[in-house]
T-cell receptor, first 110, second 114 residues
């Protein structure tokens, strides 16, 4: 079945640092890939969606791209702010079911 | 549009009790999901409904967990009997009836079983 691997459990940065979070995936379908962000006390919310058609998504200063050749997709931001501190999940769907990565906790210090 | 609503936000139960968690999806969404979230296991799918029909019941969670969709705008998750290992955040999510669409999550119910 489909799977997603998100190895970075926690990333600690200072404000204005560059952020890069990577996920790898395995699927036999043409997947749609997602990045969700979860703030304390809330459910995850969509940050970005990337399809095989567009390869890239941009929202709120974040950029997500995917590489079919290496079956990886990553999230990056040029300059993080303290308010970006949250948990970031990558996810994949090849049909009805959504498979989530284990999440990366981002801590940004001022 | 209102988002996904979950009640209660917090629940404390004694071991062996029956608890019922409630979810109201986004109006017009055909897909509804229940997840359990823990730090160790992450997000685990408990149940998935499409147009009120149960499509997946989460395998390992079948024996004590039962999700129902009473109508298109209301779902419940019953845990009977509760055990301390059930302590977690339970998330409900809905999605338009298009498989590649995003999911909309509720704020979750934090369950503590003593």
């Amino acid at each position: 079945g489909d799977s997603v691997t998100q190895k970075q459990g926690q990333v600690t940065l200072s404000e204005d640092d560059f952020l890069f979070i990577n996920c790898t995936y395995s699927t036999t379908t043409y997947p749609t890939l997602f990045w969700y962000v979860q703030y304390p006390g809330q459910g995850p919310q969509l940050l970005l969606k990337v399809t095989t058609a567009n390869n890239k998504g941009i929202s709120r200063g974040f950029e997500a791209t995917y590489d079919k050749g290496t079956t990886s997709f990553h999230l990056q931001k040029a300059s993080v702010q303290e308010s970006d501190s949250a948990v970031y999940f990558c996810a994949l769907t090849g049909g009805y079911k959504v498979v989530f990565g284990s999440g990366t906790r981002l801590l940004v210090s001022p | 549009d209102a988002g996904v609503t979950q009640t209660p936000r917090h629940e404390v139960a004694e071991k062996g009790q029956t608890i019922i968690l409630k979810c109201e999806p986004v109006s017009g969404h055909n897909d509804l999901f229940w997840y359990r979230q823990t730090k160790i296991q992450g997000l685990e799918l408990l149940s998935y409904f499409r147009s009120k029909s149960l499509m997946e019941d989460g395998g390992a969670f079948k024996d004590r967990f039962k999700a129902e969709m009473l109508n298109s705008s209301f779902s419940t998750l019953k845990i009977q009997p509760t055990e301390p290992k059930d302590s977690a955040v339970y998330l409900c999510a809905s999605r338009p009836g298009v498989s590649y669409a995003e999911q909309f999550f509720g704020p979750g119910t934090r369950l503590t079983v003593l």
